[in-house]
T-cell receptor, first 114, second 115 residues
Framework: KAGVTQTPRYLIKTRGQQVTLSCSPI?????VSWYQQTPGQGLQFLFEYFSETQRNKGNFPGRFSGRQFSNSRSEMNVSTLELGDSALYLC?????????????FGPGTRLTVL | AQTVTQSQPEMSVQEAETVTLSCTYD???????LFWYKQPPSRQMILVIRQEAYKQQNATENRFSVNFQKAAKSFSLKISDSQLGDTAMYFCAYLSSGGNTPLVFGKGTRLSVIA
């Protein structure tokens, strides 16, 4: 069974631009979570989607948004990019819901904002 | 809110030796799950081991085992017969079993296995 895939793997943008990252979960997984990883803040939860609905959201500004499609694939969007948005963005999928299932991670998208 | 603390930012171990990574957590809940994830330089986060809080028996996966002390809120990872491929960042994570809450990660421990 294929693992979690994320595209693109690397991205370079300039301040003020917007970016969309994509995540395809493991087949059969319905929950997708997004995390931001930086050297200073570590791993921080962005949001989680289940059956096309956002079920949980971390403490990030409204510039960060996401969605999930009927095939469970998810996208996250960051508008008006800032230098501090440079990070590794990780997507994780699980079978059903956050409370009981193990999350499996994708390889991440490395975003650099210049 | 739950917190996870990994007090060892960096560790090193000789190949074939045993190393223990520490993790403590703070929670008022009785039912929860604990995980160790490994993130090699390639950046792919890989699940190492999972422990359910209601299980007294410590989880084991090949060379990886945990020492789960629920009363002390401690969850350490022991790696036996360390291999060069074990070089990675190791993250301890907590997941509440009640309600839809996300994984809470520690800051990580960078482990270097030396030949």
């Amino acid at each position: 069974k294929a693992g979690v895939t994320q595209t693109p793997r690397y991205l370079i943008k300039t301040r003020g631009q917007q970016v969309t990252l994509s995540c395809s979960p493991i087949s059969g997984h319905r929950s997708v979570s997004w995390y931001q990883q930086t050297p200073g803040q570590g791993l921080q939860f962005l949001f989680e989607y289940f059956s096309e609905t956002q079920r949980n959201k971390g403490n990030f500004p409204g510039r960060f948004s996401g969605r999930q499609f009927s095939n469970s694939r998810s996208e996250m969007n960051v508008s008006t990019l800032e230098l501090g948005d440079s990070a590794l963005y990780l997507c994780a999928s699980s079978l059903a819901d956050l409370s009981t299932d193990t999350q499996y991670f994708g390889p991440g998208t490395r975003l650099t904002v210049l | 809110a739950q917190t996870v603390t990994q007090s060892q930012p960096e560790m090193s171990v000789q190949e074939a030796e045993t190393v223990t990574l520490s993790c403590t957590y703070d929670t008022s809940e009785n039912n929860y799950y604990l995980f160790w994830y490994k993130q090699p330089p390639s950046r792919q986060m890989i699940l190492v081991i999972r422990q359910e809080a209601y299980k007294q028996q410590n989880a084991t996966e090949n060379r990886f085992s945990v020492n789960f002390q629920k009363a002390a809120k401690s969850f350490s990872l022991k790696i036996s017969d360390s291999q060069l491929g074990d070089t990675a960042m190791y993250f301890c994570a907590y997941l509440s079993s009640g309600g839809n809450t996300p994984l809470v990660f520690g800051k990580g421990t960078r482990l270097s296995v030396i030949a």
